[in-house]
C-alpha cells in the first residue's frame, strides 16, 4: 500500500485548544492567536485560565511552543495579573426606571432576569417588555490586529473549503508563515498547511485564501517540525 505524502513544515505551531502551562503549573487554553494585519506578525495569544472566565492577552514574548502544549514564561499569579482580552460591563437598573431592553448589535442580555408583572406560570407569554441590563465591551486587543479563532470558517475563491486549527511561526522569529487548517468535512478531514502568501485576509468572517477549493483539497497533509 502506498504511503500517502505529507507536506514537512518547518517551524512553531500554536493550535488553538492546546493546554497552557505556567511555570508551576497548568492555567487554561489557547483560546485565540492575535495577528498583525499589517506586518504578519503573531503578537498575542488569548488563553482562557480553568479558574474564571476573563480571557487573558498573552503578549508572544511571553510565551513559548513546546510540542502541543504553551508555555508561559511567568508563575500563574502573574498569568491572572495580565490584561484581560475583553471587559464586560453591566449598566445597573434603576429601580424606579427600568429600561426596556430591545436587542442589537452593541448590546446582549441575561435570559430571565425580570419578566415583569404577569400571573403565575404566564411569565413567558406575558406581553410586557423583557426587562433586562445593557452589558458593554472593551476589546483589549490592539487596533490593527486580527483575532484567529478554532473553527473559523476558510472561504476559498468559491466557497467555504474548511476551519481554521492554528498558525505556524517561523523558527526565528514571530512572523507567521502558515495558517494550519482542517479541510474537509468533520469526519475525514485532513489538517493542512496555507502559506500565508495566499492567505487574502483574516476576519470576523473566518480566513479567506487566494486558492480555489479544488486547490486547497489537493494539498498534503501537513506535518510541523521544529528546526534542527
Do not use: Q
Amino acid at each position: 500500500m502506498a504511503t500517502a505524502t505529507v507536506t514537512r513544515v518547518i517551524g512553531r505551531k500554536y493550535v488553538i485548544g492546546s493546554r497552557v502551562y505556567c511555570t508551576e503549573c497548568p492555567c487554561g487554553y489557547l483560546a485565540s492567536a492575535v495577528v498583525d494585519s499589517a506586518t504578519g506578525r503573531l503578537e498575542h495569544l488569548i488563553v482562557t485560565p480553568d479558574h474564571g472566565i476573563d480571557s487573558r492577552l498573552v503578549p508572544i514574548a511571553s510565551a513559548h511552543c513546546e510540542g502541543e502544549a504553551v508555555r508561559l514564561h511567568c508563575t500563574l499569579d502573574d498569568f491572572n495579573a495580565m490584561e484581560p482580552a475583553v471587559d464586560v460591563h453591566i449598566t445597573p437598573l434603576d429601580p424606579a426606571r427600568p429600561p426596556r431592553h430591545y436587542p442589537n448589535e452593541e448590546s446582549s442580555a441575561w435570559p430571565f432576569f425580570d419578566l415583569g408583572p404577569s400571573t403565575p406560570n404566564l411569565g413567558l407569554a406575558a406581553p410586557e417588555p423583557v426587562l433586562m441590563p445593557r452589558m458593554s465591551y472593551d476589546d483589549h486587543v490592539p487596533a490593527g490586529e486580527s483575532r484567529i479563532y478554532p473553527g473559523d470558517h476558510v472561504h476559498a475563491s468559491d466557497g467555504v473549503i474548511g476551519h481554521v486549527r492554528g498558525v505556524v511561526v517561523a523558527p526565528d522569529g514571530d512572523a507567521v508563515t502558515h495558517i494550519l487548517v482542517d479541510e474537509g468535512l468533520l469526519r475525514g478531514h485532513k489538517r493542512v498547511a496555507i502559506p500565508m502568501e495566499l492567505v487574502g485576509g483574516v476576519g470576523e468572517d473566518g480566513v479567506r485564501v487566494l486558492m480555489t477549493r479544488k486547490e486547497v483539497k489537493a494539498l498534503s497533509p501537513c506535518e510541523v517540525v521544529a528546526a534542527a
